[in-house]
Structure formats: C-alpha cells, structure tokens
C-alpha cells in the first residue's frame, strides 16, 4: 500500500541554520504531496502542498519539491528561527473514494537560539 | 477562517468505560476524519465519514465507532477504554478541495 517515510529526528539546528527534512513516498499514481506542522500543544497545520510532479510548493521561507523521478518531497528551509520548532509531517493523499491523508512518522526540529 | 474544535483538551478515564470525543466543524464540510497520533508513528486513520450516518473504517477501527447525526459534529467512541488507547486524538474535516483538511487541536487520552 501506500506508504511515507521520514527522516528520523530529533533534528537540532542553530538559529539561522539550513534546514532539510527528508521524504519519500511510495503510491501507485501521482498523488497529492503535503506537509504539516504540529507547534507544541496544537493540533496540525497545513504548511504547504503540491499536487503534481515538478510543482513546489512554499510558505513561510520553506519550499518542497515534488520529485516524481526519486519519489521525494524533501522540506528544505534557507534560515530557521527559534520559532520553527515543531514536529513536522510529511503526507500523501491517496486515490481512494476517502482521498484520505497518509503520513510519515514525524520529525522533530529544535531550533536553538 | 475554517474551525475545527474538540471537546477536550485533556482527559482522563479509567479501562472499560465508555469514552465520547467530539468534534466540530463550522464549515458545512461533508468530509469528517478522526485520526490517532502516536510517537514514532504519526497520524493513523481511524473512522471517516462523508455525510450524515455515512461512514467508513480506517486503517485501524478496532476498539472505536462513530457517529455522525448532524453535518457539523462528527464523535468518536471507544465502548469500553483499555489502556493501548492512549493517546493523541485529533479529527479534521475537509470540504470541496480534496486536496486540503483543516485540523482541530487535538485530545490527549490517558487510560488508567
């Protein structure tokens, strides 16, 4: 079935680091690429989204490109902030008549001052 | 902005009761989901509904039911709580875009 893997984390960065979250994905198709934010204590946001090969998607200084040739979708973001730290989730949605969400098991960013 | 809000934040039972965790949306979506989060695991669909009483299982349903009576509010139930249902709950909702769910802050289950 269709399935997302993360890279494992925790990740701790240096305020003003460069930061890569890598994602790949296994899906019969093209499905829709997404990735979440959960900041402690609340619940997920959506962070960015592509729905087809080559599209990147971007908010908030963070980019990801869907990859259909290596199957990835790696978050990448030029200077992180304290801010950004949070658990971020990588995501598909399936083909199914649900279009349901399947995620990746989460990365945790620290970002210290 | 779209809404999603659950009736807990925390809560707390002991093994075999009854639990009710409720979500709604303010959004007329048609689309309703509750997932379950838990470390190292992510997010893992339990119940899905995409109208009123219409609903399907996930991936794991087993010790949950739903219900779904009016559009906005979609409940999760577990018959009778055991321990290995500890954990983060959250539900969401889409509407018309396939492509995007709107979450609500989630339920943090402990039970004792």
């Known amino acids: 079935g269709d399935s997302v893997t993360q890279m494992e984390g925790p990740v701790t960065l240096s305020e003003e680091a460069f930061l890569t979250i890598n994602c790949t994905y296994t899906?019969?198709?093209?499905?829709?690429l997404f990735w979440y934010v959960q900041y402690p204590g609340e619940g997920l946001q959506l962070l960015l989204k592509a729905t087809k090969a080559d599209d990147k998607g971007s908010n908030k200084g963070f980019e990801a490109t869907y990859r259909k040739e290596t199957t990835s979708f790696h978050l990448e973001k030029g200077s992180v902030q304290v801010s950004d730290s949070a658990v971020y989730f990588c995501?598909?949605?399936?083909?199914?008549?649900?279009?349901?969400?399947?995620f990746g098991q989460g990365t945790t960013l620290q970002v210290k001052p | 902005d779209v809404k999603v809000t659950q009736s807990s934040r925390y809560l707390v039972k002991r093994t075999g009761e009854k639990v009710f965790l409720e979500c709604v949306q303010d959004m007329d979506h048609e689309n309703m989901f509750w997932y379950r989060q838990d470390p190292g695991l992510g997010l893992r669909l339990i119940y899905f509904?995409?109208?009123?009483?219409?609903?399907e299982k996930g991936d794991i349903p087993e010790g949950y039911s739903v219900s779904r009576e009016k559009k906005e509010r979609f409940s999760l139930i577990l018959e009778s709580a055991s321990t290995n249902q500890t954990s983060m709950y959250l539900c969401a909702s889409r509407g018309q875009d396939r492509n995007t769910q709107y979450f609500g802050p989630g339920t943090r289950l402990t039970v004792l």
């Open positions: 899906a019969t198709g093209y499905p829709s």
């Open positions: 509904s995409y109208d009123v009483k219409m609903k």
């Open positions: 995501a598909l949605s399936d083909f199914s008549n649900t279009g349901k969400l399947i």
